[in-house]
């Protein structure tokens, strides 16, 4: 049996309805396998994962996945929307296999086919990384309080008054924030602060920030 852990926030269930029937007609057909889908990125179910699927955002690449640390074998595969508009820095994407949202069925076939037949080939072994070098983004004290005034739906304007600072400074942060992690709208930075937000990821202050915020308005 092989394990599958799939992780998507945004639309359970539709896309990761489709990879279910995908990932268990493909084991089925080609390797006379049963599967077992799991949704829950924990890090139980990552060690023990045959084959981790994550649903990526604009910028999420460049953040940490602490679960993975738990991983002890397998493929990762990453479902992005541009695969020509994204990086990956982390130690834990450095193997990672990077597939369009919308590819085919036939070429993710064709990528999951070679990379699940690589790993049941004599001698395969796993390289684990750490840490120690890993170059995820990070975000400073100033920039957390700006951004968790964007996430709460203020403006540029607003998050100046809200924090008593010159709009011109809130807009330089907001640029550079934009520029570190490849993003090109507000609608992208918003759907990165909500995945921020929803995972025990590096920054976890910004989730911590907003909660004590929220809780003191």
């Given at each position: 049996?092989?394990?599958?852990?799939?992780?998507d926030s945004r639309n359970r269930s539709i896309f990761s309805a489709g990879l279910h029937e995908f990932f268990e007609?493909?084991?089925?057909?080609?390797?006379?396998?049963?599967?077992?889908?799991?949704?829950?990125?924990?890090?139980?179910?990552?060690?023990?994962?045959?084959?981790?699927?994550?649903?990526?955002?604009?910028?999420?690449?460049?953040?940490?996945?602490?679960?993975?640390?738990?991983?002890?074998?397998?493929?990762?595969?990453?479902?992005?929307?541009?695969?020509?508009?994204?990086?990956?820095?982390?130690?834990?994407?450095?193997?990672?296999?990077?597939?369009?949202?919308?590819?085919?069925?036939?070429?993710?076939?064709?990528?999951?086919?070679?990379?699940?037949?690589?790993?049941?080939?004599?001698?395969?072994?796993?390289?684990k990384h750490n840490c120690f070098d890993c170059q995820h983004k990070g975000l400073s004290r100033q920039q957390i309080?700006?951004?968790?005034?964007?996430?709460?739906?203020?403006?540029?304007?607003?998050?100046?008054?809200?924090?008593?600072?010159?709009?011109?400074?809130?807009?330089?942060?907001?640029?550079?924030?934009?520029?570190?992690?490849?993003?090109?709208?507000?609608?992208?930075?918003?759907?990165?602060?909500?995945?921020?937000?929803?995972?025990?990821?590096?920054?976890?202050?910004?989730?911590?920030?907003?909660?004590?915020?929220?809780?003191?308005?």
């Open positions: 049996m092989s394990y599958v852990k799939y992780s007609d493909f084991f089925k057909h080609n390797f006379h396998r049963a599967i077992t889908f799991n949704l829950a990125l924990t890090h139980e179910n990552v060690s023990q994962a045959d084959i981790i699927v994550l649903s990526l955002c604009q910028g999420e690449t460049l953040t940490c996945f602490p679960e993975l640390l738990a991983r002890q074998k397998g493929i990762v595969l990453g479902f992005v929307d541009d695969e020509l508009r994204f990086s990956a820095l982390p130690s834990c994407f450095q193997d990672i296999i990077f597939l369009p949202r919308r590819a085919s069925l036939d070429r993710i076939s064709g990528v999951l086919f070679i990379a699940w037949f690589r790993t049941q080939l004599p001698g395969y072994t796993w390289t309080r700006i951004l968790v005034n964007f996430y709460r739906g203020l403006s540029v304007v607003q998050t100046a008054q809200a924090l008593e600072m010159s709009q011109k400074t809130v807009f330089t942060h907001k640029y550079m924030l934009m520029q570190k992690f490849n993003l090109r709208s507000d609608y992208e930075l918003i759907v990165l602060l909500r995945r921020l937000m929803e995972k025990k990821s590096r920054p976890t202050c910004f989730a911590i920030t907003l909660k004590i915020i929220m809780q003191n308005r």
